[in-house]
């Protein structure tokens, strides 16, 4: 990282960003060019996860390659200034690499989809064994990631 009094090293403080994040942006490589999407996530352990639909280009592309960079961001406000040149995002992000898996076990589909419901609900669902079959699950095993604050 260029800016290295930006950088978050702590594995706790970067946990806290990815727990206080509404999104994940996902990027893979298609054909040589890149594809990002935002996606609604959950993380554990080191782990994140996502469910999608059983087909689309996302699920094309991860099934050709399962390299993929993720990005989590939480803007905590603006600052000013009397030029442009002097404003500024105040924000703490997340950049990182991992493979992607696509889950094939029943027991470790339902695990992730209780670990994404539990990123955005105060309270437990119960799945049904129908949901837990038509949805697609994504694991990402996570390699490395960094964090970044400014402001």
């Known amino acids: 990282m ?17 727990k206080n994040a509404q999104v ?13 999407v935002p996606l609604c996530f959950g993380y554990q ?3 994140l996860y996502f469910h999608s639909a059983e087909e689309g280009k996302k699920i094309d592309i991860l099934k ?16 000013t200034g009397k030029t442009a040149c002097d404003w500024g995002m105040n924000y703490r ?3 990182g ?21 539990a990123q955005y609900a105060d309270k437990a669902y119960k799945l049904t064994d129908g949901a837990v079959k038509e949805t697609l699950v994504i694991k990402v095993d996570i390699e490395r990631m960094t964090g970044k604050q400014s402001g």
């Open 93 to 95: 992000s997340v950049i």
């Open 45 to 47: 352990d080191g782990v």
């Open 64 to 79: 050709h390659s399962n390299s993929v960079c993720f990005e989590f961001d939480v803007v905590t406000g603006m600052s």
């Open 2 to 18: 260029r800016r290295k009094e930006k950088e978050i090293m702590d594995k706790a403080e970067i946990e806290s960003i990815i």
């Open 97 to 117: 690499f991992g493979k992607a898996i696509i889950l094939e076990n029943p027991e470790e589909k339902r695990s992730a989809l209780e670990i994404i419901t």
């Open 24 to 36: 994940c942006r996902l990027a893979m490589v298609d054909d040589g060019a890149p594809y990002v």
